[in-house]
């Protein structure tokens, strides 16, 4: 069955640290997401990306950085970690016109 | 840019009651509404959605209410069962090629009482 992953599921981390944080889907979809979730915030749109060679920066971007080389992964990198980075990761993807599968999420601590 | 704010933020029925969340969003330009639930320690799935040429959408004992005039949508959980706790995000989406670009809520925390 098709699927999204993450990796890894819990990661601690000191301050100044890069962090890479992996997203992997066999649905062959074109469209690829970030989100950080917080107490009170929601989900908040990191990165996005369309299609490979393409990303964008959502709401929250500063700090975070994507790549996309092919169709089934879209790595999360923390170039500097800052303790106001650490929180729940959520990676999604989607193919137009309907609702985004989520993968488990990563919980990411800065020390 | 577009907002969408979420209440109640935590909410607590009896097993078999009903359960209501209520959504509203700023951008009229909104046209595509998922709901989706998200269990402790998983990612987030959807649930159902809706699109701003339908009013109300049902899927079994799950139902959306959609008024676009005054920008707030709702969703209905009827005969609610303890599988049925979770957090619950409501989104909008004005995507310029397609539905993907959302702007969640703060979420609904519902708690089911066997």
């Known amino acids: 069955d098709a699927e999204i992953t993450q990796s890894p599921r819990h990661k601690i981390t000191e301050t100044g640290r890069q962090v890479t944080l992996a997203c992997h889907q066999t649905?062959?979809?074109?469209?690829m997401f970030w989100y950080r979730q917080d107490l009170g915030h929601g989900l908040r749109l990191i990165h996005y990306?369309?299609?490979?060679?393409?990303?964008n920066k959502g709401e929250v971007s500063d700090g975070y950085s994507v790549s996309r080389s092919n169709t089934e992964d879209l790595p999360l990198t923390l170039e500097s970690a800052a303790s106001s980075q650490t929180s729940v990761y959520f990676c999604a993807s989607s193919e137009g016109g309907v609702g985004q599968y989520f993968g488990p999420g990563t919980r990411l601590t800065v020390l | 840019g577009e907002n969408v704010e979420q209440h109640p933020s935590t909410l607590s029925v009896q097993e078999g009651d009903s359960a209501v969340i209520k959504c509203t969003y700023s951008d009229s330009a909104s046209n595509y509404f998922p709901w989706y639930k998200q269990e402790l320690g998983k990612g987030s799935q959807l649930i159902i959605d809706?699109?701003?040429?339908?009013g109300e959408k049902k899927d079994q004992r799950i139902a959306v209410t959609l008024n676009k005039t005054a920008k707030h949508f709702s969703l209905h959980i009827t005969e609610t069962q303890p599988e049925d706790s979770a957090v619950y995000f409501c989104?909008?989406?004005?995507?310029?090629?397609?539905?993907?670009?959302?702007?969640f809520g703060p979420g609904t925390s519902l708690s089911v009482i066997p």
């Open positions: 649905w062959n979809h074109n469209n």
């Open positions: 990306s369309y299609g490979v060679q393409d990303t």
């Open positions: 809706i699109r701003s040429n339908v």
């Open positions: 989104a909008a989406s004005k995507g310029k090629t397609s539905y993907d670009k959302v702007i």
